[in-house]
């Protein structure tokens, strides 16, 4: 029978009765004649909960213990939505992740998922079990302990569950009906799209759009998976939600697709740092080294042999990246004068393909928030994304004067 893969987040599963509106959605694939592969989210709220626990009882955690304890939202509601569908007559079974097993990298915390052997679960569809319910963000690493893919690593065991299984199509429900211009609660005006270009979805998701988890969108694209992002929330429908798809598939799409933003960055100065070749290796090295993420860099222009350096990373990595450059000064590898760590900032980025044909797309960003008084801290660009780094307060302000000023509330 084919498969096809539904992922409910945690707003769909927060609640007993929600959970049983999720299972009847499932009741209605099983019945067109799918198996069904169910990904569960943990309740919403729950995964940060226990993350809260981790951080009061050992703020420096063993990351090993750390995914024991935040994997254990989804273990509930795997069995919840399975024991919904028995009751509802339907045969399923759940299945933690290390049961499936859904081999993991050692990468605690961030695990990458490195093979899903579908034997088990195709005996059972076999023997005629009509829905796995799996539990999502979790997996076994080879060493045997439980790990766990990153904050909205659902959406990648879905994802991947999809490719594995060569389902028919991976359907996410979420608490909104499609991915959209921006992210919906910030305008009212953002619109809902019903395609977007793995492409763009990817720029959008690593840029802060949190409605899928990047790897999620890297795994559909390099597995192509037909993946759909709809609500648990509407009536069903053939064509509710959006698709992701291949940009060949979409044949009108505005120069800008959506503006991303992210609250979780901070902005780092190195002051008076040598102006000499190698500098940049010498900063850069210990950082990566030490697993800080470092995104936007600029160098100032030198005076005396001295230069200013700046660069963004997660608000979470500022001690472990001020550890890290302590640590190349002690040791005389890199001398500066001061760190300062900026951490009321905020990135918002315009993503679209079209960018890549037209020009001026930097220069009308750059107006629009100067109209407003917004100063630029940082700019990152590529082929198909603007960056700016501003200060926090006016992130709201910044995305709708964008989407505003990109005319994004209508469709080309
Ligand atoms: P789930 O618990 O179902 O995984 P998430 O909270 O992880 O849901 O993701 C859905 C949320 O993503 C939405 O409620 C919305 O606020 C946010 N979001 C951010 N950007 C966008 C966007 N461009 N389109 C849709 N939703 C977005
Ligand atoms: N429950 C996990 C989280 O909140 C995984 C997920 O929902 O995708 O990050
Ligand atoms: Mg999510």
Redesign the pocket.
């Known amino acids: 029978m084919p498969v096809l893969v539904m992922k409910f987040?945690?707003t769909s599963v927060a609640t007993l009765d929600r959970i049983k509106r999720a299972a009847k959605r499932v009741a209605l694939e099983v019945a067109k004649g799918y198996d069904v592969i169910v990904i569960v989210?943990?309740m919403s709220g729950?995964?940060?909960e226990l993350v809260g626990w981790v951080n009061e009882t050992s703020p420096l955690y063993d990351a090993r213990e750390y995914d024991a304890v935040?994997s254990s939202?989804?273990n509930v509601t795997a069995g919840l939505m399975a024991l919904t569908l028995q009751e509802m007559d339907i045969p399923a079974r759940s299945w933690q992740g290390w049961q499936v097993p859904l081999i993991t990298s050692s990468a605690h915390a961030a695990a990458r998922i490195e093979d899903i052997p579908n034997d088990n679960i195709n005996a059972k569809f076999a023997e005629g079990m009509r829905v796995a319910v799996v539990a999502?963000?979790q997996g076994i690493s080879k060493e045997g302990r439980i790990t766990?893919?990153?904050?909205?690593?659902?959406?990648t065991?879905a994802v991947a569950f999809a490719a594995a299984f060569d389902a028919e199509r991976c359907d996410i429900y979420t608490d909104v009906d499609g991915v959209y211009t921006t992210d919906p609660r910030i305008t009212d005006k953002a619109r809902k799209l019903d395609k977007i270009s793995f492409e763009e979805m990817l720029e959008l998701a690593s840029l802060g759009a949190k409605v899928l988890?990047t790897r999620s969108v890297e795994l559909a694209m390099r597995y192509h998976v037909k993946l759909r992002v709809l609500s648990s929330f509407e009536e069903p429908s053939d064509n509710a939600g959006t698709l992701v798809c291949d940009e060949e598939e979409i044949m009108e799409s505005n120069v800008v697709s959506g503006i991303a933003y992210s609250r979780d960055e901070a902005k780092m100065t190195l002051v008076s740092v040598e102006d000499r070749p190698g500098i940049a290796a010498a900063i850069f090295a210990p950082l990566s080294e030490a697993g800080v993420n470092v995104d936007m860099i600029i160098q100032n222009i030198g005076e005396d042999g001295l230069t200013d350096m700046t660069f963004s990373c997660p608000t979470d990595q500022v001690l472990r990246a001020q550890k890290a450059l302590d640590a190349a000064k002690d040791s005389g590898a890199l001398v500066f004068q001061e760190l300062i760590a900026d951490t009321n900032v905020a990135k918002v980025s315009a993503v679209g393909i079209g960018m890549r044909s037209q020009s001026g797309v930097a220069a009308k960003m750059f107006q629009t928030l100067s109209d407003e008084g917004i100063n630029i801290k940082v700019i990152a660009t590529s082929e198909i994304k603007i960056s700016v780094l501003i200060d926090r307060k006016y992130m709201e302000l910044a995305v709708q004067a964008l989407h505003d000023a990109f005319e994004l509330e209508k469709a080309s």
């Open positions: 987040g945690g989210s943990a729950k995964t940060n935040v939202g989804e999502g963000f766990t893919l990153g904050r909205g690593g659902s959406d065991t988890q």
